[in-house]
Nanobody, 122 residues
């Protein structure tokens, strides 16, 4: 009933830029926090950035100053602008969202997108 679909990944040169998008759809009453995670081969999944419904942001130290997370609440969409990309940014990037599904239940659930590949290489 709820789906998160990422887009915008691809192959870029070091120093290049990409903009990732994630749109939530389905049975949604409201969305609380949204965020981006990544997982590189042989490494654990890590938080890249997240953003609260009110706009407060948090970034991993490794991407501070290079990545910017934003959201469009009217469109249930979160973005990740990635600049000055480095080879170590290569990973599958996953969108995540905490979602309240109905007006008559306060329960919130975490959903994940399918992931989009980002490869930084010359």
């Amino acid at each position: 009933q709820v789906q998160l679909v990422e887009s915008g990944g691809g192959l870029v040169q070091p120093g290049g830029s990409l903009r990732l998008s994630c749109a939530a759809s389905g049975s949604i009453f409201s969305i609380n926090a949204m965020g981006w995670y990544r997982q590189a081969p042989g490494k654990q999944r890590e938080l890249v950035a997240d953003i609260a419904s009110g706009g407060t942001t948090n970034y991993a130290d490794s991407v501070k100053g290079r990545f910017t997370i934003s959201r469009d609440n009217a469109e249930n969409t979160v973005y990740l602008q990635m600049d000055s990309l480095k080879p170590e940014d290569t990973a599958v990037y996953y969108c995540s969202a905490e979602i309240r599904r109905t007006s008559f239940s306060t329960n919130k659930y975490r959903y994940w997108g399918q992931g989009t590949q980002v490869t930084v290489s010359s």
